[in-house]
C-alpha cells in the first residue's frame, strides 16, 4: 500500500515484486488492486490467519482473493479468507 499510493504508476507487477516482499516482511500495509483499479486493504480474520498469510506471499502476483468487503470511513479493506 506504501508503494501504491506514493507511486501508483510503477508499484505494481513482477518489477516491484521484491519490494512488495521487502514491505510485507516489514509487516506495512498490503493490497489488492481490481481489474476495475480499486484498491482494498488486505485484512486478517483472527479465525483464519493462513489465509492472509497466503495472501502476502502472493505479493505482486496476480491471485484472486475471497472474503468479506468492509469499508470504514472511506477505506476499503477485505478480510481475506480464501486465495488462489
Do not use: W
Not at 3 to 27: D, F, I, M
Not at 45 to 51: E, F, G, L, Y
Amino acid at each position: 500500500m506504501s508503494c501504491y499510493l506514493h507511486h501508483p504508476e510503477t508499484s505494481t507487477g513482477n518489477s516491484h515484486r521484491k519490494c512488495a516482499e521487502t514491505c510485507a516482511k516489514k509487516g506495512l500495509p498490503m493490497g489488492i488492486l481490481t481489474p476495475e483499479k480499486q484498491v482494498y486493504l488486505l485484512l486478517e480474520d483472527h479465525d483464519n490467519p493462513k489465509a492472509y498469510a497466503a495472501a502476502i506471499a502472493k505479493a505482486a502476483q496476480q491471485a484472486t482473493v475471497d472474503g468479506t468487503k468492509v469499508n470504514v470511513g472511506g477505506v476499503q479493506g477485505l478480510v481475506v479468507e480464501a486465495v488462489e
